[in-house]
Nanobody
Framework: EVQLQASGGGLVQAGGSLRLSCAASGFTFDDYTIGWFRQAPGKERKGVIC????????YSLDSVKGRFTITSDNAKNTVYLQMNSLKPEDTAVYYCAAIATARQSMGVLCFDYIGMDFWGKGTLVTVSS
């Protein structure tokens, strides 16, 4: 069974940090790219950050550049989202999702939520002002 388990959300004050984790199981980790997405209340889901397997570039929202970092521990089948200098506008449910590297080679971006293959349940991040 494919599973993506996001965790690490919580309440933090503006300027603080959080690290989210996404533990993957049920599929070959190396054959997929895991990216992070978020959905704020009343807004559409959007890509936050991912590293494309097709070109090696990191795609991220302009608003998180320099503050958010994505890393991967292949030995643990886990991807992390380090979020620093958090702002109230970062408040959202954060999701991790996976897309096959084969599909990325066909032009599907890891940053496009419509193209993702698997989704995990989200974890809520609330940033207070």
């Amino acid at each position: 069974e494919v599973q993506l388990q996001a965790s690490g959300g919580g309440l933090v004050q503006a300027g603080g940090s959080l690290r989210l984790s996404c533990a993957a199981s049920g599929f070959t980790f190396d054959d997929y790219t895991i990216g992070w997405f978020r959905q704020a209340p009343g807004k559409e889901r959007k890509g936050v950050i991912c590293i494309s397997s097709s070109d090696g570039n990191t795609y991220s929202l302009d608003s998180v550049k320099g503050r958010f970092t994505i890393t991967s521990d292949n030995a643990k089948n886990t991807v992390y989202l380090q979020m620093n200098s958090l702002k109230p506008e970062d408040t959202a449910v954060y999701y991790c999702a996976a897309i096959a590297t084969a599909r990325q080679s066909m032009g599907v971006l890891c940053f496009d939520y419509i193209g993702m293959d698997f989704w995990g349940k989200g974890t809520l991040v609330t940033v207070s002002s």
